[in-house]
């Protein structure tokens, strides 16, 4: 295949945070891109699909839209699936599995549509079909358009390849990173985490700071593609890292936790830029420089358990900011808007609910506190 035809690229946000999504990639320079409902859609090539898998901090996975065709009965679905040019994009060595879904179309039973295809794979391209396969072909059939896209990620973008220790309820990376722009980081401020669990905002926050590629740990299912380049990509991914005299800050009640952060930095090869601390949030002290961000996913009813005890534990966390913060903006995590209420802080104006974990949560945000 060229690597040079362009395609739809579409790029999966966390739902609720597609707006912010859409900041990182403007700014990532990826050309026209588009605001569609759970993510962003982009034109471009493979090397398009490698960058944005590589580079995008808030991208839940990346699929790459090969091509489309119309079908309006089975045996028209199977006539076309043998036509498809597979061999461009796909090896015959590499496993796959199929996933169908069809809306609004003649073609109703997805599970008869899958078996069609897959056959045309296998007779067409010599391929093998494995339900645990990692490459996943996704085929939409919506109003008898019948769309193919590959996943090109793998394993969802949030697992970067080097974080090995996670707490009760982690952050997923992806998350942390949409929230973190959310809140205004841009890799120039000292970020604080009084909760920090196993470091994730510290961590994203410390690898902004230094220019460090989100995906550079970790392989995706395109470098198994006929269309990867593994040269080009090499040469992508290799980038030096800014430097950087800012400091990053985590602390946690829990001595376990402290532990996970320090082996989560120490694997992301951040440990330098960031101290983490063994104490409760109400001990917490701003560190010396100017004021900057204070990121906190604190225990919520919902992930953790009883939420009646959590009141104080807000209160005093609220109390500690009011009095040392002064001049620090909070960023706040929870899925109960009575909680972060109990802080005290001066919250702006509460957002859309975003998707973490099965449940809903609110990102709550201050101005730099007086």
Excluded at 202 to 216: D, H, S, T
Aim: net charge positive; glycine share 10%.
């Amino acid at each position: 295949m060229d690597t040079q035809n362009t395609f739809d690229i579409f790029i999966v946000a966390s739902p609720g945070l597609e707006d912010t999504l859409l900041g990182e990639v403007i700014e990532k320079g990826f050309t026209n891109p588009v605001l569609t409902p759970g993510g962003i859609t982009i034109q471009g090539g493979w090397p398009d699909v490698w960058r944005a898998n590589l580079e995008l901090r808030g991208a839940s996975r990346v699929l790459a839209r090969i091509g489309s065709f119309m079908a309006f009965h089975l045996a028209q679905l199977d006539k076309r699936s043998r036509k498809f040019p597979w061999a461009q994009v796909l090896r015959p060595d590499i496993p796959l599995r199929v996933q169908v879904t069809t809306k609004a179309s003649r073609i109703y039973h997805a599970g008869a549509a899958a078996q069609r295809i897959e056959t045309a794979l296998r007779e067409s391209l010599g391929a093998t079909i494995s339900p645990e396969a990692e490459l996943v072909l996704k085929v939409r059939i919506d109003d008898n358009v019948v769309t193919i896209s590959l996943d090109s990620s793998g394993e969802s973008l949030h697992i970067r390849g080097h974080k090995e220790a996670v707490g009760k309820a982690p952050m997923r990376e992806t998350l942390a990173a949409l929230l973190l722009s959310k809140a205004g980081y841009r890799g120039t401020e000292t970020v604080v985490d009084p909760m920090c669990g196993s470091g994730t905002f510290v961590i994203e926050a410390a690898e902004i700071a230094l220019g460090l590629n989100p995906g550079r740990s970790r392989q995706f299912a395109f470098e198994s593609l006929a269309s990867f380049d593994a040269d080009a990509f090499a040469a992508l991914r290799d980038t030096i890292p800014k430097s950087t005299d800012l400091r990053f800050f985590g602390s946690d009640r829990d001595a376990g936790a402290i532990r996970m952060s320090r082996a989560n930095a120490e694997r992301a090869g951040v440990s330098e830029l960031i101290e983490f601390e063994n104490h409760a949030a109400g001990q917490l002290q701003p560190p010396p420089g100017p004021p900057g961000l204070v990121m906190v996913n604190p225990p919520y009813g919902g992930r953790i358990g009883n939420k009646k005890l959590l009141y104080p534990l807000y209160a005093t966390l609220g109390q500690t900011l009011l009095d040392r913060f002064k001049g620090w903006r909070v960023g706040l995590v929870t899925s109960e808007p009575p909680l972060a209420k109990a802080t005290g802080l001066p919250w702006k104006p509460q957002g859309a609910a975003i998707a973490h974990g099965g449940m809903k949560v609110w990102f709550y945000q201050t101005p730099p506190l007086r």
